[in-house]
Each structure stands twice: as structure tokens, then as C-alpha cells.
């Protein structure tokens, strides 16, 4: 995990714990994703970057940035100081919290439909949430997205239907070392006469599907303090 720090405004310390935040300001303790991302839209726009996924939880803020053909840090780096500076200003979150600014990395969670149909052609492992019958962790190539039902070619063939409302998390994979040289991708649509499976619905049946557990992903984030909210790199872990 790569971890460095830069000074984001003169109100900076360098300190991986938030300060107590200014009473004299107000804000929301645990405003909405809308409203956090209509204040970061415009903030980002000039420097060309869009939001690929932004949490709000634990009072950690984390935004994941991205543009067609792959972000570098040094957007990263000045998107981290434009949001902290405005969020300064703005402060629309009246608690403590942390943020965190980062690009999707090499392996992506996939969290909405819009992460899915970007990750089209890709490996992806999936943990389905418990309700889920059948196999909970499956690992196969997106080959489509319709109406919230992604359908995966697995590695013996068969496509496997994942309804995205019943998974838990999800991330694309690579393939590293001798597993990258050897492996066979499972694109093609599979065999002729290969059985489809639904997996995540009542009643549905799921056999023979691969089983992965997702894993980390690797990712640049800028690390800094600011009075009120702190900014790192972090690595998302299941």
C-alpha cells in the first residue's frame, strides 16, 4: 500500500486522527450521498475528473475519482486539496470525519450498475449477501447487464445469472504470475449446451459455480490532515 503526505491548505497538520471540529460552523452529521455529490461535482469539474463511487460511513468519507483513460496521482493530489479547501469553507458535514481520496485502482469494486457495465468483459469475483441461495462466492467474466441482472461466464462454460440486488460486494480481478500465463479467459459465451444458473433469488437454482473470496485492492491516496477532516490511502479489504 503506497502511503505518502502532502500539506493541502496553511490549516494542515500532519495526523492520522481528526481534530474536533469548528462549533462555530454548522453542517449535517451524516448528510446524503446526493448532497455530498452535488458539492463535489463542480469542485472536480475543472480538473477533469468525474466520481466513480462515494461513501459516506464511520465517518469516513471516501470519493473515488476517475476519467477516460485512467486518472494519476497528481489529479488525485489536486482534487484532495480543492474538496478539502471547499469542504473548509462549506462544511457540510458537522462531525469529525476523514477524507479520503483515491482512484479506483487495478482491481474495482463494483458497487452500482454503472461500475458493472464499466467493467464489461472483465473477471470479477462476487460475494452474494446471506439471504442468497446457493453458492455465495462466485468468480467469472461480465458478459452482460440487463434490468439489474448481470450474467457471468464461469470457467467451465456455464453463464451464471447474478441479480445485482443480491450481491454483498464485488470487485473485477487480475490475473497475476503463472495463474495470468496459463489461465483461459471464459469469454466466448461458453460451451454449446451449457447449462445457465441463476444465483441470488428464492428458488433459484446454482450449481457448479467457482468459489473466490474477494479480496484486496491496490490504490494511490493522497494522506493529509486538515482540521477537521483527514485524508489517506487505504486499501479495501472483505
Known amino acids: 500500500m503506497v502511503v505518502w503526505s502532502q500539506a493541502i ?3 494542515c497538520i500532519f495526523s492520522l486522527f481528526p481534530n474536533t471540529p469548528d462549533a462555530r460552523k454548522g453542517g449535517d452529521s451524516m448528510p446524503t450521498p446526493e448532497k455530498l455529490l452535488s458539492l463535489i461535482e463542480p469542485i ?3 480538473i477533469d475528473a468525474e466520481i466513480y463511487d462515494l461513501e459516506y460511513t464511520g465517518g469516513v468519507l471516501k470519493v473515488t475519482l476517475d476519467r477516460e483513460g485512467g486518472i494519476d496521482l497528481e489529479t488525485i493530489a489536486e482534487a484532495t486539496r480543492r474538496i478539502s479547501r471547499e469542504f473548509d469553507l462549506l462544511d457540510p458535514i458537522s462531525s469529525k470525519y476523514t477524507l479520503e481520496v483515491s482512484s479506483p485502482g487495478l482491481e474495482r ?3 452500482t450498475e454503472d461500475h458493472w457495465r464499466r467493467a464489461m468483459g472483465s473477471l470479477v469475483q462476487v460475494k452474494l449477501k446471506r439471504h442468497a441461495e446457493g453458492e455465495r462466492r462466485v468468480d467469472g467474466e461480465i458478459r452482460s447487464i440487463e ?3 448481470a450474467t457471468l461466464a464461469l470457467d467451465g462454460g456455464e453463464l451464471l445469472q447474478v441479480h445485482l440486488d443480491d450481491v454483498d460486494r464485488a470487485k473485477t480481478r487480475l490475473l497475476w504470475g503463472p495463474e495470468a500465463r496459463t489461465s483461459q479467459s471464459p469469454s466466448g459465451g461458453g460451451k454449446r449446451g451449457a ?3 441463476q444465483a441470488g433469488k ?3 437454482a446454482n450449481s457448479g ?3 473466490s473470496e474477494v ?3 491496490p490504490s494511490n491516496t493522497p494522506m493529509a490532515e486538515t482540521k477537521k477532516s483527514s485524508t489517506s490511502d487505504t486499501s479495501e479489504v472483505s
Do not use: F, M
Request: charged share 15%; proline share 8%; hydrophobic share 40%.
Open 9 to 11: 491548505h496553511p490549516n
Open 44 to 46: 472536480i469539474e475543472p
Open 109 to 111: 469494486v463494483l458497487r
Open 147 to 149: 434490468e439489474g441482472v
Open 195 to 197: 447449462a445457465n444458473y
Open 202 to 204: 428464492k428458488g433459484a
Open 209 to 211: 459455480a467457482a468459489q
Open 215 to 217: 479480496g484486496a485492492s
